[in-house]
């Protein structure tokens, strides 16, 4: 059984990995300075030009980019090749207030299945293996980007989207999945299904699961693997850098490798920009060496991790990440899909026309989240009747749904119920514990 998808990067020594990246870097700021106006001017304000990036040593002279600078720049300004050799679009989960949209061109798209390949490969998937894939399929990267890993694998390859979860179930058993990839909360979703079915994992021929695109913790991985009679594998990306794949997990369950030979890690003190030094805890930057048609660099993903590059007995060279442990940012995840507090207060201002005290209230009964807010009524919001407070209900939730793409249940309570604070309002309280202490 080949145990790399492709050996001679995932093992490369040290020092040929720094040359690739060194000679792959150079090009790159050469194709971003020539091709995105929006960073030659970030790079110009800086002082820098492509002539002082002469290896990987010189990385911290380029200026970061920021979620803000994509949405600045939306949806064309971070564009580094014509739209006529770009093939795909992909976008970040469900908003449409802060939405990040991604350009391909075929060989970004080559590029990034190829490191999903990567993943399938070390979760033990062969072209003897079918592949039930059910993230979402559309413009969420999950989807995507597995389905391509699968297909350059030559696994037998199930699109089956997320949803319907008895009928998962019921192609998983009928066509002999061995894998399963999906977010790691409709995973163990699909557990809980199974047994409710009256099922045992000795029911179904899963071997391995290789779950992203959220944070979960190892008790949730132990529970995911105990239902599913599997070995669940962790797979991180995002969007901004091409999607699942970024970096995956080995047999080791220790850490996910990065494909540095496409994206460099590095770990910064999210106050201060300063780059920190291997096995310090801060946030990850990536800087993609070959992407065409959206190449970032030195893109901060708000992710708080430590990188290490202890010898991992997998044999893969590849430098590694923890799971994420937290964000340096307010960004939520729930229900799969990215939500920032200010989303919803820009809601509440709109239906309200004032600053209303609220409160964001996120839980996990069984595996799904919960998602309630709860907003305090006051005199000024004519609310003196049941219906006008219904009306409000039902037009704050319709909003809600219409900017984030998910509902929330509407609280809405007495004046004066919420808990003032003497600092930092406490807008978010987050029951579910997604992150590992
Ligand atoms: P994708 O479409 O790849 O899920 P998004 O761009 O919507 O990506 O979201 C990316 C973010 O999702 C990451 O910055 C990270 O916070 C989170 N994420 C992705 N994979 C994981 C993972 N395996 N564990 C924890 N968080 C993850
Ligand atoms: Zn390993």
Redesign the pocket.
Known sequence: MAKYWNEKVECMSREDMKKLQDEKLVKQVRHVWDNVPYYKKLMEEKGVTPDDIKSTDDLHKLPFLKKDDLRECYPYGLLGAPLKDCVRI?S??GTTGKR?VAFYTQNDIDLWEDCCARAITAAGGTSEDVVQVAYGYGL???GA?IHGGSHKVGCLTLPMSSGNTERQIQFMRDLNATILCCTPSYAAYIGETLKEMGLTPNDINLKAGI??????TEEMRQEIEKSLGIKAY???????IS??GVSFECSEQNG?HINEDHFIAEIINPETGEVLPEGSKGELVFTSLDKEAFPLLRYR???ICVLSRAKCSCGRTLVRMT??MG?SDD?L?IK?V?VFPSQIETVLLKDFNATPNYQIVVDRVGNTDTFEIKVELSDEMHTDTIKSVEMLEKKLSADIHQILGIRAKITLCEPKSIPRSEGKAVRVIDKRKVYNA
Do not use: C, H, Y
Request: charged fraction near 20%; aromatic fraction near 12%.
């Open positions: 992909q970040t989960s990040v969420f990267t999950g980007g779950f992203g695109a959220e944070p979960w962790d797979i991180f990306g995002l969007t901004e999607g699942p996910m993903t708000r992710d799971k994420p964000r960004m995840i799969g990215n």
